[in-house]
């Protein structure tokens, strides 16, 4: 119960494998997926980790609409500052060399762990996006990305420890800014939908909760809840 990065770290400390998947409990590979990580690997021996596709799954298994997985021709860790270009963690199989340069997982970012090691590893390495599928992503409401006040923080918080690595270089300081503007949008607009229902219900507290954390990570979703 120490957190996701804590468990997969110490996954990697029991394990002795050079390549590694981190599989969360309710999703699963598909077939030929470690097959197609491992063929992207060993024909880019330069590369930190591989991702391919994933599909998104109900709590029972069905299929849902699957979330865009563009593949855009640019730096890799210019991708990854506007969005979480891998999508889930599952998706991707990384090479531990690079892993234990890199520090591993950071064991105090609950919920973006996944997000901040791309991030770190693109910096310092090659990365290679494939096109195979190779996982099922389950969607429930249990899940830490439901909790979208949380996530804005944490995700704000990943891209800030980034800022000092950008330099002078122009296409990354415009990622970078895209990247907070597209954050505060995806979980700001699940924050306004809660705190809009928490009005409707009477439910205070949360009502309150949810405008303190609006006008502190995204005021403009305050004007939001009056539409």
């Known amino acids: 119960n120490a957190g996701l990065g804590a468990a997969r770290n110490a996954g990697i400390r029991a394990s002795d494998g050079e390549l590694l998947v981190f599989l969360d409990a309710d999703d699963r590979l598909l077939p030929r997926a470690l097959e197609s990580g491992v063929a992207e690997l060993r024909a880019h021996p330069e590369a930190a980790f591989a991702f391919g596709r994933y599909r998104r799954v109900s709590e029972d298994g069905r299929p849902l609409g699957n979330d865009e997985q563009p593949r ?27 892993l234990e340069e890199a520090g591993n997982f950071a064991e105090s970012l609950p919920g973006v762990e996944d997000y901040d090691l791309a991030l770190r590893l693109s910096r310092q390495f090659p990365v290679r996006p494939h096109e195979a599928e190779v ?26 420890s980034q800022r000092r690595h950008l330099g002078g270089d122009s296409e990354r300081r415009r990622a970078y800014r895209d990247g907070r503007r597209f954050w505060r949008r995806y979980y700001g607009e699940a924050i306004v939908n809660s705190t809009r229902s928490a009005f409707a219900n009477r439910e205070w ?23």
């Open 72 to 98: 855009p021709d640019a730096d890799p860790y210019a991708v990854f500052l506007r969005y979480n270009y891998a999508g889930v963690p599952a998706a991707g199989i990384f090479r531990r060399s690079a």
């Open 205 to 227: 507290g949360r009502a309150a909760v949810g405008g303190a954390t609006l006008l502190r990570r995204h005021p403009r979703g305050l004007g939001a809840l009056l539409l």
């Open 135 to 160: 996982v099922e992503y389950r969607v429930h409401g249990g899940g830490m990305s439901q909790n979208a006040g949380t996530m804005l923080k944490m995700t704000q918080r990943v891209l800030r």
